[in-house]
């Protein structure tokens, strides 16, 4: 997959040359360009921003050099463009496995108020473009949340992570336990500080540890994100789901109701 990054901090990805997308990046799974915005102005102070129409506070950045820096890294590809910005839509892992299928992604940084929005008017008649937010916090720039996307999405390419089952788990994966966050890992020693790994995990029962991993989830999921619960498919939901569920004073609807 060919990733190019346009951002006026191309530093702040030194960390996509360690680890998983490091290794990615070495065996040519993973071709990341980086760019520098400025290298497109033509002013001696490099100027990529400017006031915005109808007044306001901060800065937005000017079409013209996003577009000469768009044209030269594009050439006449047509590479699916990303733009985080906290007004985009939400980044869920549904959308890091549907970017993670595209042969090349176009990730543009803004920082200030953002990009002019012509920008993605015009590129959005030639190719896909998304406006994504990580989550409901605003950061300083996009360079952050580009860096998020890239982990999500890298991990998901073939051969990056050495245990493909772990992809599967994953807490947000489809398949793996529906809609629930992952329960507590342990490893060895058996006892730390005084501290016992649960019995049933030492236990052998494959079956038995199974129920428990999803009571732990549920637990979790309880505590963490209940409307992850609430959204669940009641049919889901096994009699042990339902007791415990009604343990922890959670309410679903009841099995068997005659509509
Ligand atoms: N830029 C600033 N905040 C952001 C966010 N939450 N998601 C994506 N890009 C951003």
């Given at each position: 997959?060919?990733?190019?990054?346009?951002?006026?901090?191309?530093?702040?990805?030194?960390?996509l040359?360690?680890s998983l997308i490091g290794?990615a990046?070495?065996?040519?799974?993973?071709?990341?360009?980086?760019?520098?915005?400025?290298?497109?102005?033509?002013?001696?102070?490099?100027?990529?921003?400017?006031?915005?129409?109808?007044?306001?506070?901060?800065?937005?950045?000017?079409?013209?050099?996003?577009?000469?820096?768009?044209?030269?890294?594009?050439?006449?590809?047509?590479?699916?463009?990303?733009?985080?910005?906290?007004?985009?839509?939400?980044?869920?892992?549904?959308?890091?496995?549907?970017?993670?299928?595209?042969?090349?992604?176009?990730?543009?940084?803004?920082?200030?108020?953002?990009?002019?929005?012509?920008?993605?008017?015009?590129?959005?008649?030639?190719?896909?473009?998304?406006?994504?937010?990580?989550?409901?916090?605003?950061?300083?720039?996009?360079?952050?949340?580009?860096?998020?996307?890239?982990?999500?999405?890298g991990?998901?390419?073939?051969?990056?992570?050495?245990?493909?089952?772990?992809?599967?788990?994953?807490?947000?994966?489809?398949?793996?336990?529906?809609?629930?966050?992952?329960?507590?890992?342990?490893?060895?020693?058996?006892?730390?500080?005084?501290?016992?790994?649960?019995?049933?995990?030492?236990?052998?029962?494959?079956?038995?540890?199974?129920?428990?991993?999803?009571?732990?989830?549920?637990?979790?999921?309880?505590?963490?994100?209940?409307?992850?619960?609430?959204?669940?498919?009641?049919?889901?939901?096994?009699?042990?789901?339902?007791?415990?569920?009604?343990?922890?004073?959670?309410?679903?609807?009841?099995?068997?109701?005659?509509?």
């Amino acid at each position: 997959m060919r990733l190019d990054i346009i951002s006026i901090f191309p530093e702040y990805f030194a960390p996509l040359d360690v680890s998983l997308i490091g290794k990615a990046r070495e065996r040519g799974t993973l071709d990341v360009r980086l760019h520098q915005l400025r290298d497109w102005t033509h002013d001696v102070h490099k100027t990529v921003d400017d006031t915005p129409y109808g007044g306001g506070p901060g800065m937005v950045m000017k079409p013209e050099v996003w577009g000469e820096a768009i044209d030269t890294v594009i050439g006449s590809g047509e590479p699916r463009m990303i733009v985080p910005t906290p007004s985009g839509r939400p980044f869920t892992q549904e959308l890091a496995q549907e970017l993670a299928r595209e042969q090349w992604l176009l990730f543009c940084c803004g920082r200030y108020e953002g990009i002019d929005s012509r920008v993605m008017r015009e590129y959005g008649s030639r190719m896909r473009v998304d406006e994504v937010s990580i989550g409901d916090y605003v950061l300083a720039g996009g360079e952050v949340a580009v860096l998020v996307m890239v982990e999500a999405i890298g991990r998901l390419l073939p051969g990056v992570l050495g245990n493909a089952c772990s992809v599967a788990d994953d807490s947000f994966a489809p398949g793996a336990m529906q809609n629930l966050l992952e329960g507590p890992v342990y490893t060895k020693p058996p006892v730390w500080r005084g501290h016992e790994v649960p019995a049933v995990l030492l236990s052998g029962h494959h079956g038995k540890v199974a129920r428990w991993r999803r009571d732990e989830a549920l637990r979790r999921t309880v505590a963490n994100r209940p409307e992850l619960v609430a959204a669940m498919d009641p049919d889901t939901l096994d009699k042990h789901d339902r007791r415990l569920l009604d343990e922890l004073s959670f309410r679903v609807e009841p099995e068997d109701v005659a509509n």
